[in-house]
């Protein structure tokens, strides 16, 4: 596609509930990043991909929180056991690697509300 | 103290004025540093990314940086009302290799 893509755009979920999101990243883009943004705030890092791996995960606030990328490109971020803390935009960027002037691409986002 | 700071504003700018955000980072090995706008309700969109000292412009967008001082701030000329955004400032962290957004900057331009 043309640029990253967020699935869904929109979840409501119930506290306790399993949520996964998904990233589909700008074809051949290398790094992959998550972020969590809430109103008024600026995008918050929680873990950033070089390929398969998990580079940086040390943004992830807790153990309820699991990010994977198997193949390198598409990623789905997972969350445990939803509480409304939860609640909050979650972005996902790409970029082609990692370097000094790599610039980030961003998804439109997934709106997730915990009830 | 926070990796990147901005003020949040409100920041109210007449239109066809100079709008100046600023932004002070923490770690002084950081090398790039990109400026991006989020309008509400929406992902933030790339606007400039600078990495060498001094100024860098792009139409009515200057970015300067001051790795001495530890800053890096975006002037817009000729501000138009569609300008109107939230300003994020961010910065490639060399200690671990990762982008630290600030809070971003409120921006309204007044018409």
Known sequence: ?115 | QKEVEQNSGPLSVPEGAIASLNCTYSDRGSQSFFWYRQYSGKSPELIMFIYSNGDKEDGRFTAQLNKASQYVSLLIRDSQPSDSATYLCAGHMNRDDKIIFGKGTRLHILP
Not at chain 1, 15 to 20: A, C, F, L, R, T
Not at chain 1, 22 to 35: M, N
Not at chain 1, 58 to 82: H, W, Y
């Open chain 1, 1 to 115: 596609g043309a640029g990253v893509s967020q699935t869904p755009s929109n979840k409501v979920t119930e506290k306790g509930k399993y949520v996964e999101l998904r990233c589909d990243p700008i074809s051949g883009h290398t790094a992959l990043y998550w972020y969590r943004q809430s109103l008024g705030q600026g995008p918050e890092f929680l873990i950033y991909f070089q390929g398969t791996g998990a580079a940086d995960d040390s943004g992830l606030p807790n153990d309820r929180f699991f990010a994977v990328r198997p193949e390198g490109s598409v990623s789905t971020l997972k969350i445990q056991r939803t509480e409304r803390g939860d609640s909050a935009v979650y972005l996902c960027a790409s970029s082609p690697g990692l370097g000094e002037a790599d610039t980030q691409y961003f998804g439109p986002g997934t709106r997730l509300t915990v009830l």
